[in-house]
């Protein structure tokens, strides 16, 4: 039975992490956009 309950702590766990490791990597790929963007911006007023 603690067994049981330890393996439940490790899925949920597991499940905690991963949906933190995509919450950062979302927010990555948006501040990568948006520095793309600034870039873009720049090339354009220079060129």
Not at 5 to 19: E, T, V, Y
Not at 20 to 28: E, H, P, T, V, W
């Amino acid at each position: 039975m603690l067994q049981h309950r330890l393996d439940l702590a490790r899925i949920s766990f597991n499940r905690l992490s991963d949906h933190n490791f995509l919450q950062a990597n979302i927010g990555k790929n948006k501040i990568r956009r948006k520095n793309s963007r600034r870039k873009a911006n720049l090339f354009r007023k220079e060129g």
